[in-house]
T-cell receptor, first 115, second 112 residues
Framework: DSGVTQTPKHLITATGQRVTLRCSPRSGDLSVYWYQQSLDQGLQFLIQYYNGEERAKGNILERFSAQQFPDLHSELNLSSLELGDSALYFC??????????????FGPGTRLTVL | GENVEQHPSTLSVQEGDSAVIKCTYSDSASNYFPWYKQELGKGPQLIIDIRSNVGEKKDQRIAVTLNKTAKHFSLHITETQPEDSAVYFCAPSTGTASKLTFGTGTRLQVTL
């Protein structure tokens, strides 16, 4: 168990809909990262938050947005969903006290299926 | 951006044999080199990492070697066991608290 929790585990929805994925980082970790894993694109970085502020962006679509709240949990919002958004979405956290370099710990993921 | 290649894409070994997976990266600023193991239905799990000021690191049956000049690092698993069967990813990065750029993965199958 990495200490990172994600909900829900599975999500099935229709095209055009909007969903919210939730992540709670390990206790003490300040950074939260979102990654998308799909068969054709592999594991790709979407966005990073550090202590409530956006820190870095990857190939995140404009239809996707995220935020990190004062209690450090994070939400990834996906809107106007398309079939191609079906993927595994992982949250990772790092930056706790004593964590050297860039060790990132991953949650179990949310499997999104868009029908 | 960082270009990361991983070879081989699949690897089948017999139990007890060794396995080696190589990762080549392009960004010379990379200074952190982790390997992740992903089992079916789970998130990636960090199994070993190395920093740019170290050439080799070992943890029981797992080792990672780094060649910064050639921009590649490798995962070595000795005395493989069936529970080592999984997909392995390299994910070099630069700086602290920065994104990981994942390789394409290597599916390791350990047969009895």
């Amino acid at each position: 168990d990495s200490g990172v929790t994600q909900t829900p585990k599975h999500l099935i929805t229709a095209t055009g809909q909007r969903v919210t994925l939730r992540c709670s980082p390990r206790s003490g970790d300040l950074s939260v990262y979102w990654y998308q894993q799909s068969l054709d694109q592999g594991l790709q970085f979407l966005i990073q938050y550090y202590n409530g502020e956006e820190r870095a962006k990857g190939n995140i679509l404009e239809r996707f947005s995220a935020q990190q709240f004062p209690d450090l949990h994070s939400e990834l919002n996906l809107s106007s969903l398309e079939l191609g958004d079906s993927a595994l979405y992982f949250c990772a956290s790092s930056g706790g006290r004593g964590t050297p370099y860039n060790e990132q710990f991953f949650g179990p993921g949310t499997r999104l299926t868009v029908l | 951006g960082e270009n990361v290649e991983q070879h081989p894409s699949t690897l089948s070994v017999q139990e007890g044999d060794s396995a080696v997976i190589k990762c080549t990266y392009s960004d010379s600023a990379s200074n952190y080199f982790p390997w992740y193991k992903q089992e079916l239905g789970k998130g990636p799990q960090l199994i070993i990492d190395i920093r740019s000021n170290v050439g080799e690191k070992k943890d029981q049956r797992i080792a990672v070697t780094l060649n910064k000049t050639a921009k590649h690092f490798s995962l070595h698993i000795t005395e493989t066991q069936p529970e080592d069967s999984a997909v392995y990813f390299c994910a070099p990065s630069t700086g602290t608290a920065s994104k990981l750029t994942f390789g394409t993965g290597t599916r390791l199958q350990v047969t009895l």
